[in-house]
């Protein structure tokens, strides 16, 4: 058995980071007076909708076993884990700004960007499995950032535009 130092170094480095970015942010957003109702509002829901990206990812990789494309346990629990983290993530950060923001978000953009972002992301996760290279994933980024950039940018009136 081989052992990868490199990947021991991100798995745990990782983690450690994750939770030292987590306690430090929380620790200033209690010196800040932010873990208030709305805070807790909107990382509940952040982590509903991780669920139901979840499970589409179950079954997208379900669907492609049943296509006969070999999946390691340890490539399927990387890919489940990055997709509910960086669900729990987009969701929370596109419902703060909804909810923090003076002009309100447009539900259609948002679902738009929403669809690109994981469309994108199914569609280069699968090409990724079928040629076992994951530089494949690199290239959702740009689709990744319009499908953002289009959730969270609120359409501007025609009135901004002419004056």
């Given at each position: 058995?081989?052992?990868?130092?490199?990947g021991i170094?991100?798995?745990y480095?990782?983690?450690?980071?994750?939770?030292?970015?987590?306690?430090?942010?929380?620790?200033?957003?209690r010196?800040?007076?932010g873990?208030?109702e709305l805070?807790?509002?909107?990382?509940?829901?952040a982590?509903?909708?991780?669920?139901?990206?979840?499970?589409?990812?179950?079954?997208?990789?379900?669907?492609?076993?049943?296509f006969?494309?070999?999946?390691?346990n340890?490539?399927?629990l990387?890919?489940?884990?990055?997709?509910?983290?960086?669900?729990?993530?987009?969701?929370?950060?596109?419902?703060?700004?909804?909810?923090?923001?003076?002009?309100?978000?447009?539900?259609?953009r948002?679902?738009?960007?929403?669809l690109?972002?994981?469309?994108?992301?199914?569609?280069?996760?699968?090409i990724?499995?079928?040629?076992n290279?994951?530089?494949?994933?690199?290239l959702?980024?740009?689709?990744?950032?319009?499908?953002?950039?289009?959730?969270?940018?609120?359409?501007?009136?025609?009135?901004?535009?002419?004056?």
């Amino acid at each position: 058995m081989e052992v990868s130092i490199g990947g021991i170094i991100g798995l745990y480095g990782g983690m450690i980071c994750g939770i030292l970015g987590w306690w430090f942010g929380r620790k200033k957003a209690r010196e800040n007076r932010g873990l208030d109702e709305l805070y807790y509002h909107i990382w509940k829901n952040a982590k509903s909708y991780s669920w139901y990206v979840t499970l589409g990812a179950i079954y997208v990789l379900f669907s492609l076993i049943m296509f006969g494309i070999e999946l390691s346990n340890a490539m399927v629990l990387g890919i489940l884990l990055l997709t509910h983290l960086g669900s729990w993530g987009i969701s929370g950060i596109v419902l703060s700004i909804s909810m923090s923001s003076t002009v309100p978000l447009q539900p259609s953009r948002v679902k738009l960007g929403i669809l690109v972002v994981v469309t994108s992301i199914v569609v280069f996760m699968i090409i990724s499995i079928i040629t076992n290279n994951w530089m494949f994933l690199l290239l959702s980024i740009p689709p990744n950032l319009i499908g953002l950039f289009t959730a969270l940018t609120p359409k501007r009136e025609d009135s901004e535009l002419t004056s």
